[in-house]
């Protein structure tokens, strides 16, 4: 059709409550803006477009999130009302937010998202993150804040530089968040933090800037300190 050819399309702040099945028909589509608008679901056909590379469906009424996304790079669905993912195949994904849903959990497959660099879950219901993390190499950001997290997985070998992981209920932070190599800024404030990892090796390179406003530490947490050297 007339509209087979299109790259770009932006609908967003209208009062759209559906896409059609027809979107398939957009082959040449490559980025795509609903955000703003009364969606509930996104059709299926979604996934037949392959160039499709980047998708923002922020401010919405979205419950969940297509399965299948093969060729989309960045995907934003930012304040809608997810409450569960399923498995998720996304194997080009490079940045992906859901942040302000309804989130109890992250599906497994988020550690096979291989490429991933920027995941942002930050104001959700979380009270996990899936250990298989530690997979995703090329994660640089991570923003779980305003969450139900107790305690965060080992992350040894991750490449972070951002970790917010404030407004939770983390009582530990292991030695291996506090040590990362390019790690410049990690904000763990509003936790009732009771343990800071203390660094393995102590001039190992850590952190820029730490935070850690209202955690309720107190001098037993001062030798714990005195380890990142770089603070």
Not at 52 to 77: F, G, Q
Not at 166 to 185: A, E, G
Request: glycine letters at 4%; hydrophobic letters at 40%.
């Amino acid at each position: 059709g007339a509209l087979s050819s299109l790259a770009d399309l932006n609908a967003s702040r209208n009062a759209i409550r559906s896409l059609p099945a027809s979107f398939a028909d957009l082959a040449e589509l490559r980025w795509l803006n609903v955000s703003s608008n009364e969606l509930r679901e996104l059709p299926a056909s979604l996934c037949d477009l392959e160039f499709l590379e980047e998708l923002l469906v922020t401010k919405n009424h979205l419950s969940t999130l297509p399965d299948s996304l093969p060729c989309v790079r960045t995907l934003l669905a930012t304040t809608n009302e997810i409450q569960e993912l399923p498995p998720l195949h996304y194997p080009l994904i490079e940045e992906l937010c859901v942040a302000e849903n309804k989130l109890r959990a992250l599906p497994a497959s988020i550690g096979r998202m291989t490429l991933l660099q920027k995941l942002t879950v930050n104001e959700n219901q979380l009270e996990t993150i899936p250990e298989n993390i530690t997979n995703l190499h090329h994660l640089t950001q991570l923003d779980v804040k305003g969450n139900r997290l107790e305690s965060l997985p080992d992350m040894e070998g991750m490449g972070l530089s951002l970790l917010d992981a404030s407004l939770n209920r983390i009582t530990h932070v292991p030695p291996s968040i506090t040590t990362m190599p390019r790690m410049w800024y990690l904000q763990l404030a509003g936790n009732p933090i009771s343990q800071l990892g203390v660094p393995a090796v102590s001039n190992r390179p850590c952190c820029v800037d730490l935070f850690l406003g209202a955690c309720g530490l107190d001098d037993t947490a001062l030798p714990m300190l005195h380890h990142l050297a770089s603070l």
